[in-house]
């Protein structure tokens, strides 16, 4: 969103059939389920919004990884390398994204 992702909003992940969005406040998706949805296309869906960067981890932690985020300290190194090149435009200076800051 435009605000940048907060607190709030992991809590809001990591929860089932809850949401952190207010109706009629602009922000699409509402009850919990939408960001669910893409466990449908993958096991490990990765999360960067400086200065947050982790993934949920199906395969690594069975039914528990729908809803315990695991912290990345290269979220890039988990990427397909087809992926890469645009993960590198969004970000190119890696501010916020390397563990080494």
């Known amino acids: 969103n435009e605000r940048g992702f907060q607190p709030k909003d992991l809590y809001a992940m990591c929860q089932v059939g809850e949401s952190s969005k207010a109706a009629g406040s602009g922000k699409i998706g509402?009850?919990?389920i939408g960001f669910k949805s893409v466990f449908q296309i993958t096991d490990c869906?990765?999360?960067?919004?400086?200065?947050?960067r982790f993934c949920f981890d199906v395969a690594r932690h069975g039914v528990f990884g729908y809803i315990v985020p695991t912290w990345l300290d290269d979220p890039e190194a988990g990427l397909p390398p087809k992926h890469r090149g645009l993960f590198q435009k969004l970000?190119?200076?890696?501010e916020g994204i390397s563990s080494a800051e």
Request: charged content about 20%; hydrophobic content about 25%; overall charge positive.
């Open 30 to 32: 509402r009850k919990g």
């Open 45 to 52: 869906p990765v999360v960067v919004s400086p200065p947050f």
């Open 91 to 94: 970000y190119p200076s890696r």
